[in-house]
Every structure is written in C-alpha cells, then in structure tokens.
C-alpha cells in the first residue's frame, strides 16, 4: 500500500506590507493633491470660508475667545508651542481691523521713539472685535498703584492723541499679575486693576475730550496672565493695560 505524502505547510504571506505600503501611499498622494489645490492664495475667498465656518463655529461655541474659553488672538500668539499650522491661516478680522493696525503701527513708529516703545508698548495685535494694543502697566503706573509716573505721561498723551484720531470705542481691559500686594490702598488685585482703569479712563476723558459713553472699564485682576511665572519678563508683560480698539462692525 502505498504512503500517503506529508501534507506540505501552507505558503506563508510574506507579502502583506504591501497592503499597508499601498494605502500609505495613497494617502500621501491625497495629502500632496491638497497641497497643491491650497498652493494658490485667493485671500477673498479663503476669508468668506473662514467666516462661514467661523459663524457656525460660534454657536457650538467651538472658536476660542469667541465661546466658553475667554481666550483672545493675542492671548493665543503668546502659547509656547512648537507645532507649526501646516497651511496658512487667515485672520478672522475684517479689512477695517486691518488697516486700523496699519494706522497704529504707522503713528508708534513715527511719533514715538524706539527706546519708549521697547519699555511701553508691549504688542499691536489683531483681536475678533478690532485692534488690540497693549501698554506696558509697570512702566505707566506707581508701583502698587493708580497713580502715573510722571516720565508716563509723554506717552499717555501720544496714545491719547492716536486714540482720538481714530475716533472708535474703547474697552480698556486692566491686568496685574499674580504677586501679592502691600499696598493698603489696594488690598486686593481686583482692586488695583479697576484703579488703574478707571484712571485711564478719567486721563482720557479729562484731556482728551472722550466722550464717556465710547469708553469701558474692564478689571481682570491676576486673571488672565500671558506668561506664567514671577520672573521679571512675567510681571512686565501681565501688568498691563489692553486698549482694545473696536472697529465700527464689532457688535460689542
């Protein structure tokens, strides 16, 4: 009687990467087919379909500073983060905002000199409701207080001056940092915060001629730091004040 052969073992797959190098690059080849439909900037058009995602965004409160996280453009250029958008993003402001910051950024440089704008002026940032510029508190105010340092007031008048020229509503947001007080005055950086803007408040109204209904006072406290920590950069850049400039569009 004859044997029966040993079965032979199945043929092992030894060629399954080729599924797996096949559908990676076919998602390579989509990932470079969006690049080059997005290589082409058309600004209009890539500005109506952020607005229109923005809007929808709005209300599932899905866009920061725009829903439940008080979280504003400048607040978010100041997050340390190494990760790079892959393609390029378009302000969520309007042409106004823009060209508003042109004419600020335009008047600092020429009627203030560089080494005050280095110890005053601490950003010129587009925001969701218009132009942000932000002043350095340290520098403007007596330490622990609402007071003005008198060398602070060559710049309260040019930014007063900038201001009326513009001729737009204005919320002054006040911030400390997070160090604790000892002034007797101001027991509290609620306190101080309010102080100071209503000062600035009353410097513009008193000198400048403001009317008070185009001006708001906002008091954040410690709150809302840009940069974590105690160091000296720290307190320089969370005591400050945020004139933000609304554009005629805003709804606030």
């Known amino acids: 009687m004859k044997r029966r052969r040993r079965e032979e073992p199945e043929h092992e797959e030894t060629e399954r990467w080729l599924v797996s190098y096949a559908d ?16 082409e900037k058309n600004l209009g058009r890539a500005e109506e379909f ?27 250029q100041e997050l340390d983060t190494p990760i790079e958008p892959p393609l390029p993003t378009y302000p969520r402001t309007t042409r106004e905002a823009r060209e508003a910051q042109r004419q600020i950024e335009a008047f600092v440089e020429e009627q203030i000199s560089q080494e005050n704008i ?16 932000s002043l350095s508190a340290h520098y403007l105010f007596l330490p ?7 060398e602070a007031l060559d710049i309260l008048n040019r930014v007063g001056i900038l ?16 160090l604790p007080l000892q002034s007797q005055a101001y027991p509290s950086h609620w306190e101080l915060s309010s102080a100071r803007a209503t000062s600035l408040i009353r410097y513009l109204v008193r000198v400048h001629q403001f009317e008070e209904s185009d001006l708001i006072a906002v008091a954040y406290g410690s709150q809302r730091p840009l940069k974590p920590g105690r160091d000296q950069d720290s307190h320089r850049f969370n005591n400050r004040l945020d004139l933000l400039i609304l554009t005629d569009d805003s709804p606030l």
Do not use: W
């Open 50 to 76: 952020q607005e229109s995602i923005q809007k929808y965004l709005i209300k599932v409160g899905g866009v920061p500073g725009t829903g439940g996280t008080p979280q504003t453009a400048h607040q978010a």
């Open 118 to 133: 280095d110890q005053a002026i601490l950003d010129i940032a587009l925001d969701d409701y218009g132009v942000r510029l």
């Open 163 to 178: 201001l009326r020229r513009l001729d737009r509503k204005l919320i002054i947001e006040s911030h400390t940092d997070s």
């Open 24 to 39: 990676f690059i076919t998602l390579l080849f989509a990932f470079f087919v969006v690049l080059y439909a997005t290589s």
């Open 144 to 150: 622990e207080e609402a007071q003005f340092r008198r």
